[in-house]
């Protein structure tokens, strides 16, 4: 089983900018595809961006993309979500994911591994 720990969360104002980090532990980083998704208080936990094993393939929901960039280091076993022009709507906890394919899946029960979650807040 791995172990993942999210990071970065926080408060920002809308427009500024936020970074996730993820880090794995307990497994092989570079055999996995990671994800992430997040859950607003009262929703459904929802896909924003997920990344092959290797960085080579990426995909994001609708609403982050442009915004948001996804990548990791197989060497510190990491992945990040960079997201910039932040909205109020973008509030909500954030929580990596792992599972060891070559697919990139996108939906949540695809995934075998899950971080606690990290919360992002964004104000006006």
């Known amino acids: 089983q791995v172990q993942l720990v999210e990071s970065g969360g926080g408060l920002v104002q809308a427009g500024g900018s936020l970074r996730l980090s993820c880090t794995a532990s307990?497994?092989?980083?570079?055999?996995?595809?990671m994800g992430w998704f997040r859950q607003a208080p009262g929703k459904e936990r929802e896909f924003v961006a997920a990344?092959?094993?290797?960085?080579?393939?990426?995909t994001y929901q609708d609403s982050v993309e442009g915004r948001s960039t996804i990548s990791r280091i197989n060497a510190r076993s990491t992945v990040y979500l960079q997201m910039n022009s932040l909205r109020l709507e973008d509030t909500a906890v954030y929580y990596c994911?792992?599972?060891?394919?070559?697919?990139?899946?996108?939906?949540?029960?695809?995934?075998?591994?899950w971080g606690q979650g990290t919360q992002v807040t964004v104000s006006q």
């Open positions: 307990g497994g092989t980083f570079s055999t996995l595809a």
């Open positions: 990344i092959s094993r290797y960085g080579a393939t990426t």
């Open positions: 994911a792992a599972r060891d394919t070559i697919l990139l899946p996108t939906l949540a029960d695809s995934y075998n591994d």
